[in-house]
T-cell receptor, first 111, second 114 residues
Framework: SQQGEEDPQALSIQEGENATMNCSYKTSINNLQWYRQNSGRGLVHLILIRSNEREKHSGRLRVTLDTSKKSSSLLITASRAADTASYFCATGYSSASKIIFGSGTRLSIRP | DTEVTQTPKHLVMGMTNKKSLKCEQHMGHRAMYWYKQKAKKPPELMFVYSYEKLSINESVPSRFSPECPNSSLLNLHLHALQPEDSALYLC?????????????FGPGTRLTVL
């Protein structure tokens, strides 16, 4: 069963705007990861934030984690057409190598 | 080399056929994964191999049979599949250190069962 739920399910914004997607999960985690998937292709790892971290940056990406609310957000600043993709959060656990993916957000960037 | 390769890219098979999907990585990762993904859905974990041994089977039907011949290769043998098994099959690999690690994904095999 899916651990994470993401919202919105779909997001369409103008190029240059910022995109924010949210992920909620149900049980305690070791880390939370974000992945991008271009249409029908493999997933690409974007960023990993550990349970003892609150915020992390990577280029135009900013991820926050609130373990008290069991939620995370991914912010993409100054969006580009190439950012059009599906974005998935995935929760990781200390006792297992597996991760569980959230439902995903489909992001479309309008030129 | 930070690439996971999968063959074939596309596969069409009948319900009585036997086929295999192949996955390869040369990053020295000791964990390898098979996922199934339906359209507009997240990947669903099928199997995990750790140090070439099956460590997780997510109650996958026996018509899917995984195999890990060595630390670089992962196969998924298919037999007597159903049309509902049509999906994108993704392979991934990762290091095996404490906690979960970044997974590297292959491009997937698009499977159609007729």
């Amino acid at each position: 069963s899916q651990q994470g739920e993401e919202d919105p399910q779909a997001l369409s914004i103008q190029e240059g705007e910022n995109a924010t997607m949210n992920c909620s999960y149900k049980t305690s985690i070791n880390n939370l990861q974000w992945y991008r998937q271009n249409s029908g292709r493999g997933l690409v790892h974007l960023i990993l934030i550990r349970s003892n971290e609150r915020e992390k940056h990577s280029g135009r990406l900013r991820v926050t984690l609130d373990t008290s609310k069991k939620s995370s957000s991914l912010l993409i600043t100054a969006s580009r057409a190439a950012d059009t993709a599906s974005y998935f959060c995935a929760t990781g656990y200390s006792s297992a190598s597996k991760i569980i993916f959230g439902s995903g957000t489909r992001l479309s960037i309008r030129p | 080399d930070t690439e996971v390769t999968q063959t074939p890219k596309h596969l069409v098979m009948g319900m009585t056929n036997k086929k295999s999907l192949k996955c390869e990585q040369h990053m020295g990762h000791r964990a390898m994964y098979w996922y199934k993904q339906k359209a507009k859905k997240p990947p669903e974990l099928m199997f995990v191999y750790s140090y070439e041994k099956l460590s997780i089977n997510e109650s996958v039907p026996s018509r899917f049979s995984p195999e890990c011949p060595n630390s670089s290769l992962l196969n998924l043998h298919l037999h007597a599949l159903q049309p509902e098994d049509s999906a994108l099959y993704l392979c991934a690999s990762s290091q095996l250190t404490s906690g979960s690690n970044e997974q590297f994904f292959g491009p997937g095999t698009r499977l159609t069962v007729l």
